[in-house]
């Protein structure tokens, strides 16, 4: 990437003051290298000690191993509700979440903004997709759009909750249960969703699937989670994933499995423990990161957060934001967005574009049956919004002041750099 930029930079020379200075253009980059801590952040010798365990324990993998039952355990003491199954994957609790209760319909509701590994456990169920559009203020599934398509063939809805967010929905929540809808929660990026966090109570929901792998919360390599109320689901986590039952430790075959073998990694789950005493403080610290970058950049024009960074339940794993393209002079687009996160990751900043289409344009399968106009809060999301990284600890105020800075920089630099980008981007 700083190839082309660097590229970039050399053919425009004619630049002056002060977008000159814009590391993008050649000046200094405001974050300095190695300032930024990147998750999964190892700690050497707390994480080394878990592997340790496992070594000592002398077996590497099983379903029932002590380690993997005491983080069950633990995770689910931590909820303060939910019963917990490990398992290999948060794709492979995804897909065991709507395996349980593909019966009640052959159609699952959920948002056309969405990551297409949430979404691929549709298919294998042999179920498929309804899309709707999401919420502009969450990029979360529109509760009414939810409420319209609830129809007699719809199995679940499935809620995939992205960045951190909490998609409460209470509404569509409430028509589904009353019509025996199964409600299917992904908060893979939103461990804090398995706390009470709707207006005090936890969220309705029939499955719940977590993921703990490297990138998210409990950062721990590959490693997912399967939780609920239903001790039915609980059941149904060995019949999807174990071949032979080894949960009981008989040596036998299971009578009805699908051999999936979704089974936790044991390396992993031991990371996973060792982190759970310390997730509150991890919570903590990138809520109060989140805020305050955002409480340093809310007055640059045309920035806006796609959640309150205040409300104290979200999970803050990246801190999402939409740059409004008209409001700095651009037409409407991806272009602003595109390059502004280029200005900003010159300077060091952890910035992201994460997805650019609709999730049914990622699935070669079902892709001509959508169309992404049918979308628009979808595509406007999608076309503006890009992501701050590394909010989590040991990252700090220090850190988060300099993210700020560099936004200024690249603020202030704007206008003058509008008459430099090709026109056919810009609204002048
Ligand atoms: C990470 C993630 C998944 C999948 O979890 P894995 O453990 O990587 O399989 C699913 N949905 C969302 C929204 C995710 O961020």
Redesign the pocket.
Known sequence: MTKTTRTIARSKPALSNPEAKLALFGGEPLVAQGRVTAWPAAQNKKHIEALRAVVNSGKYHRVNHPIVTELEHNLADWTGKWMTRAVA????A?HIGLDYVRNRGNRVITAALN?P??VGPIAICGLEPIFVDVDLGLAGIDQEAVVNNLGPDVAAVLV???FGNNILIPQARSVGRARGIALVD?I??SIGALKAVANGAHLESDAL?L???G??HLGAG???FVLTEDPGLIEHVDQVSLTSSSRSGAREFSPNSQGYNYRPNVFSSSIANSRIKSLDRQLQQRRSNGALLWQMIRDLPGLVPIFNPSDHTQSMLNFPLRLEPEVIGFRPGSAARDFVVKLLQAEGVPVWVWLTKPVFNYLPRIRKDWQASEFPNSVRLLDTMFYVSEIAPPNDAGVMKLYAEAFHKVWEALPKLLSQVPSTVTAV
């Open positions: 994957s948060g794709t492979a995804i990551w590994g949430a995939t909750h992205l992904d893979c990026q699937a993921s703990g792998n990138a998210k590959e490693l997912g």
